[in-house]
């Protein structure tokens, strides 16, 4: 998948997606967000992961490192944060070929779900969403399987990363804070 | 009940997720009427950054919270409300008052409590990132680890776990909490056990009452006792299984628990 570079619109790092989902919803943002894991640790494979709007509903995820797309790249970029998160601006008529690509395509409410785990913000951004962006709510339902989350947990390395980076930052932090 | 002892027993258990949205405060709440029935329960907001509760047990308005107590402005016991079979202590929310409040005097606000309840619940913080929102985690027995089945509720649940498991605390067991109709929580809970340490404690639907009941200013168990999200939190306080231990030295165990003062 390819994109012309956007507008930038807003960088920062941030450990919860729900920021940048909601301010792209609010904004009604037509453009695409780059989101690159802090943690080296859990990268499962090199590279970014990259999700689209339409008038601030998301519309095409996507992984460069594992080249998923769809629901299966929301694993892939459902690791554990920090996140640096870039916002861009483009235009809709470019965006229109990728956004052709329906095995790309998710749920609207997918990536606030799955990447932030924060239904209420999956719920608004389903609702804000149109007639088309909803029926791929619907079809979801049946071809999300098996699930993302199941294969989040099949997959020991990356439990066994995040066990690993937290208890050295919990042994550092006893340390630094001086915790019995 | 042992001898003549009016508190024979105190177990400190911290809720804690790791992560905003999953419904700490709502559980705690539910899991402390629930312990209720059986046990002399204090359920503290120790999320003292973002606190909330006091909005959950309709507490919003009152006088004295704990950022007072933390602030050595008010004793203990000044900010203890008796609300729905249970004592709370509600932690305001204002940034002066959290400004003022000294994170570090909770391990005495635990010890002073812990002398005089049988269960003491902890809402933590949703976050790892401070000495305040660790520290509850720090003083408690046991750890109940919220979660809801999506993987940064998970991944953030495992973090939780971890930390307990390095400061000696450990895992009561996990709770999933808002869960929908549309997700595989079997399938999901069962590999999750693989990871976590004690049971799954229940599985709470996503509910309309829990929200209701937060509008209300009241409790789930309060506002919508028969409603199945209740029946689940009832389910799980029942599994906790509370462990008996004597209140004295447990109280000594937090007052010498070696936290120096802010720098």
């Keep these: 998948m390819k994109l012309p570079r956007g507008r930038?619109?807003?960088?920062?790092?941030?450990?919860?997606?729900?920021?940048?989902l909601a301010n792209a919803l609010d904004a009604a943002l037509t453009g695409y967000a780059r989101l690159e894991s802090q943690d080296a640790l859990l990268l499962s494979a090199e590279g970014v992961g990259v999700l689209t709007f339409e008038e601030g509903i998301p519309v095409v995820a996507y992984h460069?490192?594992?080249?998923?797309?769809?629901?299966?790249?929301?694993?892939?970029?459902?690791?554990?944060g920090p996140y640096r998160i870039e916002l861009f601006e483009l235009d809709a008529e470019t965006l229109a070929d990728v956004h052709a690509a329906e095995e790309l395509t998710v749920p609207p409410g997918m990536p606030a779900r799955r990447l932030a785990g924060d239904p209420a913000l999956a719920d608004r951004t389903r609702e804000r969403a149109p007639a088309a962006a909803?029926?791929?709510?619907?079809?979801?339902?049946?071809?999300?399987?098996?699930?993302?989350?199941?294969?989040?947990?099949?997959?020991?390395?990356?439990?066994?990363?995040?066990?690993?980076?937290?208890?050295?930052?919990?042994?550092?932090?006893?340390?630094?804070?001086?915790?019995d | 009940m042992i001898g003549q002892q009016s508190r024979p027993m105190v177990e400190v258990l911290a809720v804690a997720s790791g992560k905003g949205g999953t419904g700490k405060t709502t559980s705690t709440l539910a899991l402390g009427m629930a312990l209720s029935e059986e046990y002399d329960v204090t359920v503290v907001d120790a999320d003292t950054g973002m606190a909330n509760l006091l909005f959950h047990a309709g507490l919003a308005d009152v006088e004295t919270t704990l950022h007072d107590v933390l602030a050595a402005d008010a004793p203990v016991e000044a900010a203890i409300y008796d609300r729905f079979g249970m004592g709370v202590v509600?932690?305001?929310?204002?940034?002066?008052?959290?400004?003022?409040?000294?994170?570090?005097?909770?391990?005495?606000?635990?010890?002073?409590?812990?002398?005089?309840?049988?269960?003491?619940?902890?809402?933590?913080?949703?976050?790892?990132?401070?000495?305040?929102?660790?520290?509850?985690?720090?003083?408690?027995?046991?750890?109940?680890?919220?979660?809801?089945?999506?993987?940064?509720?998970?991944?953030?649940?495992?973090?939780?776990?971890?930390?307990?498991?390095?400061?000696?605390?450990?895992?009561?067991?996990?709770?999933?909490?808002?869960?929908?109709?549309?997700?595989?929580?079997?399938?999901?809970?069962?590999?999750?056990?693989?990871?976590?340490?004690?049971?799954?404690?229940?599985?709470?639907?996503?509910?309309?009452?829990?929200?209701?009941?937060?509008?209300?200013?009241?409790?789930?168990?309060?506002?919508?006792?028969?409603?199945?999200?209740?029946?689940?939190?009832?389910?799980?306080?029942?599994?906790?299984?509370?462990?008996?231990?004597?209140s004295g030295p447990v109280a000594d165990r937090f007052r010498s628990a070696v936290i120096p003062d802010q720098p």
């Design chain 1, 64 to 80: 460069t490192g594992t080249d998923a797309g769809g629901p299966a790249a929301l694993a892939d970029i459902a690791v554990s």
């Design chain 2, 90 to 246: 509600p932690c305001g929310t204002s940034l002066a008052g959290f400004r003022d409040a000294d994170p570090t005097r909770l391990r005495d606000v635990v010890a002073d409590l812990a002398a005089d309840t049988d269960v003491l619940l902890l809402d933590s913080a949703a976050a790892l990132g401070s000495r305040a929102a660790v520290l509850p985690i720090v003083l408690a027995d046991r750890v109940v680890v919220v979660l809801q089945p999506t993987i940064p509720s998970l991944s953030d649940g495992l973090k939780v776990q971890e930390y307990a498991k390095t400061y000696d605390s450990a895992v009561a067991g996990i709770l999933f909490n808002r869960v929908r109709d549309d997700e595989a929580i079997e399938d999901i809970a069962d590999k999750a056990a693989r990871y976590f340490e004690g049971p799954t404690l229940a599985t709470v639907p996503e509910s309309d009452a829990a929200r209701a009941a937060r509008r209300a200013g009241e409790p789930l168990l309060a506002h919508a006792p028969n409603a199945p999200a209740a029946d689940a939190f009832r389910e799980a306080a029942a599994a906790i299984d509370v462990a008996a231990g004597e």
């Design chain 1, 134 to 179: 909803s029926a791929r709510e619907a079809d979801a339902a049946t071809t999300d399987a098996p699930g993302a989350v199941e294969a989040f947990l099949a997959d020991e390395a990356k439990i066994e990363a995040i066990q690993q980076r937290a208890r050295e930052e919990a042994e550092r932090r006893a340390v630094e804070w001086d915790l």
């Design chain 1, 8 to 20: 930038l619109q807003r960088r920062r790092v941030v450990s919860d997606v729900a920021t940048p």
